[in-house]
């Protein structure tokens, strides 16, 4: 199944029922200047690409640079890889600067001569995607004792311990994830941390290299205003003590919450962020049925967007209105919830929802779910839907609230 299908059936389960109403439409082409704030379009470092595709739910940017191009699926990710730009730039500066450059020349990285073979790829130790991007460090470091080192591999493995921590430390001074997909940012984090490692570089001496380099990249795209802060800082593993600590004091199966700690379908930061949406929900019922939802993914983008959803309805719960319970939806494929109020709400962090014949059979087919029966329902997004979509979906009783949350009209930083 394609990606388009999949968050498609994150609406509903998709079944093959004629249209009723009017005919389908096609996903639209829209303009970067309309979705994002001016500021966004452009910069010293990168170009968004005018032209903007959508797959009938979220939109599909491409970004230029001389660093390299990347895509990005969803405005939210585009954000964050625009941001991404400006910390690659700073990390470029470091590269360049004269502490940097001396630390090369005097050959302080054969110190770490040969650690990097303990890892197939530099992006492979921090992705933890299933999209392609690689797996987590923590699994590469644990296959590493599967027997007794010798000295020289132990050695090797402190190299790739230290070298991850000093990454983790310059991620969080840049305000980037350091488990960011994006493989330029994540090339150019390498460079920077396997030198300032091997040289011992201080972390203060580096950012002095480039004035202003701390605390000049910031993102504020990945979590809502209610959710907790993350420091990812923290070691992977620490990380995973720390999400389970806290989804133990919640009614989650054990199975399934292992399960979910130990996915390779999320980050240890996307892992971070659904633990802290599920913690600020506090006493909402059905919050195993949430993660057991989150479990239902096979692409980097569809778990970027489940985690996004739990921080809106997060955001819901506690900005707008009390959730009682959340309820699956027929398959298990959606994630609604029911308000105090008894108002069905699906929150979800789209771009833009066009009337599609996917998109519009899945609701269609939803009619029949017994949960709805004489009850209001809210779609609660992110972006906008097409006039015939609000059209389509106020016919079935719909109530489409656009701009949603956090989310403003437009995108700003």
Same mark, same amino acid.
């Given at each position: 199944?394609?990606?388009t299908?999949?968050?498609?059936?994150g609406?509903?389960?998709?079944?093959?029922?004629?249209?009723?109403?009017a005919?389908?439409e096609?996903?639209?082409?829209?303009q @970067?200047?309309?979705?994002l704030?001016?500021?966004?379009l452009?910069s010293?470092?990168h170009q968004?690409?005018p032209?903007?595709?959508?797959?009938?739910?979220?939109?599909?940017?491409?970004?230029?640079?001389?660093?390299?191009?990347?895509?990005a699926?969803?405005t939210?990710?585009?954000?964050?890889?625009?941001?991404?730009?400006?910390?690659?730039?700073k990390l470029?500066?470091?590269k360049?600067?004269?502490?940097?450059?001396?630390?090369?020349?005097?050959?302080?990285?054969?110190?770490?001569?040969?650690?990097?073979?303990?890892v197939?790829?530099?992006i492979?130790?921090?992705?933890?995607?299933?999209?392609?991007v @690689?797996?987590?460090?923590q699994?590469?470091?644990?296959?590493?004792?599967?027997?007794?080192?010798?000295d020289?591999?132990?050695g090797?493995?402190?190299a790739?311990?230290?070298y991850?921590?000093?990454k983790?430390?310059?991620?969080?001074k840049?305000?980037?994830?350091?488990?960011?997909?994006?493989p330029?940012?994540?090339?150019?984090?390498?460079?920077?941390?396997?030198t300032?490692?091997?040289?011992?570089?201080?972390t203060?001496?580096?950012?002095?290299?480039?004035?202003?380099?701390?605390?000049?990249?910031?993102t504020?795209?990945?979590?809502?205003?209610t959710?907790?802060k993350?420091?990812?800082?923290?070691?992977p593993?620490?990380?995973?003590?720390?999400?389970?600590?806290?989804l133990?004091?919640?009614?989650i199966?054990?199975?399934?919450r292992?399960?979910?700690?130990?996915?390779?379908?999320y980050?240890?930061?996307?892992k971070?962020?659904?633990?802290?949406?599920?913690s600020s929900?506090?006493?909402?019922?059905?919050?195993?049925? @949430?993660?057991?939802?989150?479990?239902?993914?096979?692409?980097?983008?569809v778990a970027?967007?489940?985690?996004?959803?739990?921080?809106?309805?997060?955001d819901?719960?506690?900005?707008?209105?009390?959730?009682?319970?959340?309820?699956?939806a027929r398959?298990?494929?959606?994630?609604?919830?029911?308000?105090?109020?008894?108002?069905?709400?699906?929150?979800?962090?789209?771009?833009?929802?066009?009337?599609?014949?996917?998109?519009?059979?899945a609701?269609?087919?939803?009619?029949?779910n017994?949960?709805?029966?004489?009850?209001?329902?809210?779609l609660?997004?992110?972006g906008?839907?097409?006039?015939?979509?609000?059209?389509?979906?106020?016919?079935l009783?719909?109530?489409?609230?656009?701009?949603?949350?956090?989310?403003a009209?437009?995108?700003?930083?």
């Amino acid at each position: 199944m394609n990606r388009t299908a999949l968050l498609s059936a994150g609406l509903s389960i998709l079944l093959a029922l004629p249209a009723t109403a009017a005919d389908f439409e096609t996903a639209p082409t829209l303009q @970067a200047s309309d979705v994002l704030a001016a500021e966004l379009l452009s910069s010293d470092n990168h170009q968004v690409e005018p032209a903007v595709t959508s797959d009938g739910l979220l939109n599909h940017y491409t970004i230029h640079s001389s660093y390299g191009d990347v895509t990005a699926v969803s405005t939210a990710t585009a954000i964050e890889r625009i941001h991404e730009y400006g910390a690659i730039a700073k990390l470029e500066a470091m590269k360049n600067s004269k502490v940097f450059t001396s630390a090369v020349k005097s050959g302080a990285l054969k110190v770490v001569d040969g650690a990097k073979n303990l890892v197939t790829s530099p992006i492979k130790t921090v992705s933890g995607t299933v999209s392609g991007v @690689a797996k987590m460090f923590q699994r590469v470091g644990n296959s590493a004792f599967s027997r007794t080192p010798a000295d020289s591999e132990d050695g090797r493995l402190k190299a790739v311990f230290g070298y991850t921590a000093v990454k983790r430390e310059y991620a969080a001074k840049l305000g980037v994830d350091p488990y960011s997909d994006n493989p330029i940012l994540q090339q150019h984090l390498d460079d920077v941390a396997w030198t300032a490692f091997a040289g011992g570089i201080a972390t203060t001496v580096a950012f002095s290299a480039v004035p202003g380099a701390a605390g000049a990249v910031t993102t504020t795209t990945r979590t809502t205003s209610t959710a907790l802060k993350a420091d990812l800082r923290l070691a992977p593993l620490d990380l995973e003590k720390r999400n389970r600590d806290i989804l133990s004091g919640m009614d989650i199966n054990e199975e399934i919450r292992e399960t979910f700690l130990k996915s390779e379908a999320y980050t240890p930061a996307l892992k971070t962020y659904i633990t802290n949406s599920l913690s600020s929900l506090g006493s909402v019922a059905g919050r195993q049925d @949430a993660l057991m939802t989150a479990l239902l993914t096979d692409a980097h983008d569809v778990a970027d967007y489940r985690q996004r959803q739990l921080a809106l309805y997060a955001d819901y719960h506690v900005r707008q209105a009390p959730l009682s319970r959340f309820v699956r939806a027929r398959g298990g494929s959606a994630l609604l919830a029911e308000s105090s109020a008894g108002e069905i709400i699906l929150a979800a962090p789209m771009d833009h929802v066009s009337w599609t014949s996917d998109i519009g059979r899945a609701f269609l087919a939803e009619q029949f779910n017994p949960i709805f029966s004489e009850r209001k329902k809210v779609l609660w997004i992110t972006g906008s839907a097409s006039p015939l979509a609000r059209q389509e979906l106020a016919a079935l009783g719909w109530k489409v609230v656009e701009n949603a949350g956090a989310a403003a009209d437009k995108a700003t930083p």
